[in-house]
Structures are given as C-alpha cells and as structure tokens.
C-alpha cells in the first residue's frame, strides 16, 4: 500500500469511529456497559463479609432514646488527676519535638523502656524494650495484627466463649477458620468462677490444622479470671500441639480482692510461643487514649512489624509519653513495695469494688441474678424470670429482644450477651443481660431508679 493508500485508510476508519461515537447505543449494548462497570465496584470478600458489630445498633440505639448507658465499657468518671496532669504537661511543651513530632515506629523509646522493665518483673522474663514490645492503636490492632501476621487461610483457632465479639470477624478476616469452644456454665451461677474449661472439649476440636487459641483474662464479658489450674491446662496442650497463644489480657488490673491475676506469660516455658496484649486505655482509665501493646518474644512481633510499619506505621507520640509517665508513676510506686498509693495494684478496685457490689444487689432486687465477677468493669445477669411483651416474637434471641425493650421502654442500655457467642452456642446463653458498673455514681443512680421498677408489685 501506497502511503496516500494508507493516509486514506486511516482517514476513512477514524471518521468511522468518530461516527459511531455519536450513535446512540443499544438498550443491551447500555446495559452489558453499565454491568461490566459496576462488576468492578463490588467491595472485597473481606469488607463483604465483616457484617456491622452490636455496637453499631446499640450505641445507636441508646443514643436515640437518651437511655442511661450501661452497655459499653467506658467509664464516664474523670480520668485519674495524675493522667490529666500528665497530658497538660505534655502538651504546655510545644517545642519538645520529641514528644510532638513522629516517634519511633514499633513504640516509644520511653514507653517500651519503662513496659519492658515493668513486665520483666510481672512475667518473671526479661523483655528486651527495642525487640519485643510493639506499640499499637489500641488492643484492637494488636490483636488484629497477631492474624494477619500469623494465620493463613485454613488455619484453625480456638476461641473460648463467651468471647468479645472481635476475634471471629478478625480470625475470618486472616482467611482462617474460628473453632469456638463454650466455657461451662452450671444452672444458676453465682459468680464468674462458675464458667469452667472442659478440657475434653478442646482436645476433641483439636486437628492438624490447630495453630492458636487466643485467651482472654479476665473474660470479657463474664469476668471470669482463669485458675492457675486451668491456665497450667490450657498451657500444656498449647506446648503438646505447639500451638501460638494470643493472650488478651487488658482487664489485667481490675482484679478484686481474693482472686489472683495469672498472667499466661509467666507460666513455665509460655513466653516464648506467646503474644501478650495490653491496653493502656483500660489500665489508666482513659480509653479515648486509644494506646496499646503487643509483647513477646521477638520472632513472634516480626511478622507483626511488618505489618505495623505500612498500615499505621507509628502511634501518636503525645499519648505515649504521657503513658509512658503513667507506667513510669507505677514501676516506681512498686519498687517501693507502695501498694496502697498505686492505682494499677489497688486504687482502681477499691473504686470500683462498691460500684460492682451496688449494681449487683439491685439486680437481685429486679429479679435478675447477677454472676458476681472476679474481674473487669462489667456483671451477666440472668433476666429469665422478667416477663414482657419482649417474649410475644421468636424473630431473634431473647436476650436481643429484651435488650431493645428495656433501651426503648424503660431507658436502661445494656448489652446482649447472646453476641458474645457463636451460633452453635447461643441456645441456652441467650437469657443474661452485660451491663458495666464503671460509671460515676450519677449514672448509677440512674440506673438503680430503672431497675426498682422491677420489683414494685
């Protein structure tokens, strides 16, 4: 072909296309068009699969009926005075760009400095600061961090329920599959001691595919505090099948008298195969700090660095200051032997020791029989014997159903434990209530004039 033949080739297929450019197109052509882009806007498997949590509708729901909110685990009492004075400090320095600008990445250096001293000395290991603490945003991301860093798709992972409602959504979210295993629960409980691992149970879920059992003491929601006995158990199937641990141990100072905080790390040969998490929006008060730890030893935090440094890649410096003073005010007052004047060892559960003890009793007034906790800010009720219109429908669990009446109709938030359980468990756990006790003695009141009404004939 001539280059004038092929000018006009050109020429001729361009005004063609320019032509049919204009042309309106087909009803079926419009839509195969419209499909094929809409085909690309399908969110992922992940997001598709991640439904919206209970706090979603239950915060909501408290919030549009102005009810007196016992259902999620905040205090909404003033921080500890030593906190506040701590952040004013931090923040009158606005020429301390150490404190102001970016940090190390994995934490820090004073924070972790100060956490792997304190640690050492709880866990009886020692913790190197710079390789075996991660500093995360919040407990949420360090557990989330531990599967992704470690679970691949098809990988099992025990859960004991009840369990906070994360650890599916996050275990599914790694590609791998959650066993959940329910504690034990004999008819009319007393106290969270009554909830029991049944060793037979776990050892007959256990496959070659069994890489983790995530461990969470105190127990969120029951407050529970695992035995010696049952922790000793637990660690030798761990070590039998080799098995990672993810120990969630946030409400690790809300211990009340007569019960003893075993940390799972401590345990003989435990450390090395497990990660430790911590929060230091639960330990000081102030969760809105939204500040926590991954600790264990460094090959188990390597995958999670990784992650860390292209997801978040550093935590707000201000905040890590200011804990990492908070831990400093503790480890000193321990060192002393000066329990009496520490928040951490003490000062907390005497606040909180005739909150949960108020609550309870008035519970017992209603006719809801509380399962006194040895741990943590939050009490299970029985609500069996309270009747209502809440039981004239079956279109969800009980306990959801009574929940919403007694947010809409009496003004008393709480939550539905029935959530904290996989379905194959929810029968038969699906007529307590959780409410939390860690609020200022307005809120109780509030409260107690609500439950009162129960027990007027």
């Not at 075996?132 to 025990?158: C, H, Q």
Request: charged share 25%; hydrophobic share 40%; proline share 7%.
């Amino acid at each position: 072909m001539s280059l004038a033949g092929f000018r006009r080739a050109v020429s001729n297929n361009l005004n063609t296309l320019i032509k049919s450019s204009y042309q309106r197109p087909s009803i079926g052509r419009y839509l195969h068009l419209q499909t094929s882009r809409m085909s690309k806007h399908i969110p992922s498997l992940v997001a598709r699969e991640s439904k919206p949590s209970i706090w979603v509708e239950f915060t909501t729901l408290a919030a549009e009926c102005k009810a007196v909110n016992l259902g999620q685990g905040f205090p909404d009492s003033p921080m500890p005075e030593f906190m506040g004075e701590i952040l004013k400090d931090v923040s009158e320095h606005p020429e301390r760009t150490d404190w102001h600008q970016y940090t190390r990445g994995y934490g820090h250096p004073r924070l972790v400095k100060v956490l792997a001293e304190f640690y050492s000395k709880l866990l009886g290991v020692n913790i190197k600061a710079n390789e075996e603490i991660l500093i995360t945003v919040g407990a949420y991301l360090s557990l989330y961090y531990s599967m992704l860093g470690w679970l691949n798709p098809g990988d099992e992972v025990i859960i004991f329920e009840p369990a906070y409602d994360s650890y599916v959504p996050q275990v599914k979210m790694a590609g791998a599959v959650p066993i959940a295993i329910a504690l034990d629960l004999p008819e009319n409980p007393k106290t969270s001691a009554d909830y029991a691992v049944n060793f037979e149970k776990i050892r007959a879920r256990i496959t070659d595919k069994t890489k983790m059992i995530i461990l969470n003491n105190p127990n969120n929601p029951s407050g529970k505090l695992y035995t010696r006995a049952e922790l000793e158990g637990i660690a030798r199937i761990a070590e039998e099948f080799d098995l990672l641990v993810v120990a969630d141990e946030v409400y690790e100072w809300h211990i009340f008298p007569g019960s003893e905080m075993v940390r799972f790390a401590s345990l003989p040969n435990m450390y090395e195969r497990t990660i430790t998490i911590g929060s230091a929006g639960k330990a000081f008060s102030a969760t809105g700090w939204k500040l926590g730890w991954s600790m264990g030893p460094a090959r188990l935090l390597e995958p999670l660095k990784a992650i860390h440094q292209n997801c978040v890649f550093t935590c707000p410096t201000p905040t890590q200051e200011g804990v990492a003073r908070a831990f400093e005010r503790e480890l000193k007052l321990y060192n002393q032997g000066n329990r009496k004047d520490s928040y951490l060892f003490t000062k907390m559960a005497e606040e909180l020791l005739p909150k949960r003890n108020r609550i309870a009793e008035n519970l017992r007034n209603a006719g809801m029989n509380p399962i006194l906790p040895e741990a943590g800010y939050f009490i299970i009720a029985d609500m069996d014997h309270i009747d209502g219109p809440f039981r004239n429908t079956t279109e969800d669990e009980l306990d959801f159903r009574f929940v919403r009446w007694l947010t809409r109709e009496k003004g008393l938030a709480t939550i539905p434990p029935s959530a904290f359980y996989s379905p194959e468990n929810k029968k038969g756990n699906d007529h307590f209530i959780r409410l939390c006790f860690f609020k200022k003695d307005e809120t109780l009141d509030a409260a107690v004039k609500i439950l009162n009404q129960f027990n007027k004939p």
